[in-house]
């Protein structure tokens, strides 16, 4: 269990986080997300033990990281946002001289490479040279130094930045499977990748901690998009009365049809509020076009949290 507590961390005048507290669970993945600048590389740096925190702590397993942070780092596999990678060396040589500095050796090194460059579908390249590969693939070299040793955490800064389409769905499906044995945090401005590997989401807002939830719980907070012609205009008041809609917002109009967006309370059934609007719809005396339960996007989710700060 990784307990991040009160980290602050100062750049001279700048504030780059500010008392952002929260506890990762073994095997959880983690999505981290934030507008450019929000602190996401910052905090990931804290955690990997590379960059100390100006105030508050981080611990592993009760450990403190500032007091531990060697053998910490021997269990923790991290992808930083830029890879200190060497163009002249070749991709095995590279991941060697990796394994080597976390301590892998013998049989367990060899093992280690193999299933590093397995897992990233880089065995092709081993012999390679770095500086001739692609951006995507040195991105895989950097992903794959992080699995050295098969850590029990892994901190990836941006994982699939460079990535084509087919190896960003590798790199979700490796997410996937990295879960099973590894607590992942991830790092992305992609809210498709946090919603297809992500149990929770952590969104930081002006090095704030702005939203700390599980991904269910986002996709719990249904709404229901209605579409009605303009049979009944006293509908908005009526559905706005109802029990478990929280919110009624009008969406697109014409002259056929109006349209909103009704958002539920958290502890609501959507199917039971489904029920209740098309009854109050046909009682109105207007024609019901279209009645969809969709779960919130993380999407609007993050637009709602970041505000102006997205801009
Ligand atoms: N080494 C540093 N020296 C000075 N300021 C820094 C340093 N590292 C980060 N910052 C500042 O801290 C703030 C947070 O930066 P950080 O890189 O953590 O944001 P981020 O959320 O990862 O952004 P991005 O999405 O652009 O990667 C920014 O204002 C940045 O300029």
Same mark, same amino acid.
């Given at each position: 269990m990784i307990e991040a507590s009160h980290l602050t961390r100062r750049f001279g005048r700048n504030t780059a986080v500010s008392n952002v507290s929260f506890t990762i669970r073994d095997n959880e993945v983690v999505g981290l997300l934030g507008p450019n600048g929000a602190g996401k590389t910052t905090i990931m740096r804290m955690l990997s033990g590379y960059l100390e925190p100006t105030t508050g702590e981080i611990s592993v397993d009760g450990e403190k990281l500032g007091q531990n942070a060697y053998c910490i780092q021997r269990q923790l596999g991290y992808l930083p946002e830029n890879l200190p990678i060497y163009?002249?060396?070749?991709v095995a040589d590279y991941l060697h001289y990796v394994a080597t500095i976390k301590g892998i050796g013998g049989e367990a090194r060899v093992r280690s490479i193999r299933e590093a460059l397995y897992a990233t579908e880089m065995q092709e390249h081993a012999l390679d040279n770095i500086g001739r590969l692609s951006r995507g693939q040195k991105q895989r070299v950097g992903v794959a130094q992080a699995l050295l040793g098969r850590p029990r955490y892994l901190i990836l800064?941006? #994982?699939?930045?460079?990535?084509?389409p087919h190896q960003t769905e590798h790199m979700r499906e490796l997410i996937g499977q990295l879960a099973r044995r590894a607590t992942v945090i991830v790092s992305t401005h992609i809210m498709q990748e946090v919603e297809a590997v992500c149990d929770r989401v952590l969104i930081l807002r002006n090095g704030q901690l702005a939203l700390d939830r599980p991904l269910a719980d986002l996709r719990r907070c249904a709404e229901l998009h209605l579409r009605t012609d303009h049979g009944a205009p006293e509908l908005y008041s009526i559905l706005q009365a109802l #029990?478990?809609?929280d919110s009624v917002r009008p969406l697109e109009e014409d002259e056929h049809s109006q349209s909103w967006r009704l958002e539920l309370t958290a502890d609501a059934d959507a199917e039971t509020v489904a029920g209740l609007v098309s009854d109050c719809v046909y009682n109105s005396g207007a024609r019901l076009y279209r009645l969809e339960n969709s779960g919130r996007h993380l999407e609007d989710v993050f637009r709602e949290v970041i505000g102006d700060a997205g801009h």
């Open positions: 163009p002249e060396m070749y800064d941006e #994982p699939t930045n460079g990535l084509d #029990p478990g809609i």
